[in-house]
């Protein structure tokens, strides 16, 4: 009597292949081309937004060769920790729609009272986001 091999209920993960994900794709860009408008090293925080583009906003700031840190603006993080995220930032990105006014105020108060660049960004949305890392990247060329 032979018996099939166990399996967890999930399945194997390691025994899957791994399929790329469209929505976690570098923006048409090859690993080897440096990014116009790189962002060399950089430590971006990104306040707000919607929590489902996260993922994708870490992956576009990172090709370009930045660091993302992120609270959400106010809905569960405490918007007492801000202060100390803005002072570990270069920049602070805000999209003004989807950011508490508590949140926002405290960010453009810190990022006055620590000479941080603060990008309000007119929608949550990537093409915003990539806009404002053009911006910073032709900052950072300078």
Do not use: W
Not at 81 to 98: F, I, M, N, T, Y
Not at 115 to 142: E, H, N, Y
């Amino acid at each position: 009597m032979t018996t099939a091999p166990k399996t967890s209920p999930a399945g194997d993960a390691s025994a899957r292949p791994s399929r790329p994900q469209p929505g976690l794709q570098p923006l048409g860009l090859p690993r080897s081309q440096k990014p116009v408008g790189s962002l060399g090293g950089l430590t971006l925080l990104y306040v707000g937004g919607r929590p489902h583009l996260i993922a994708q906003a870490r992956l576009a700031i990172r090709n370009r060769g930045a660091v993302l840190l992120t609270h959400d603006g106010g809905s569960e993080d405490a918007v007492t920790v801000l202060p100390g995220l803005v002072a570990r930032a270069d920049a602070v990105l805000c999209p003004v729609a989807h950011v508490s006014h508590d949140a926002a105020a405290v960010v453009e108060r810190c990022c006055i009272e620590f000479g941080r660049d603060f990008l309000r960004l007119p929608a949550a949305d990537l093409g915003s986001l990539v806009v404002a890392l053009r911006s910073l990247g032709s900052k950072a060329a300078l």
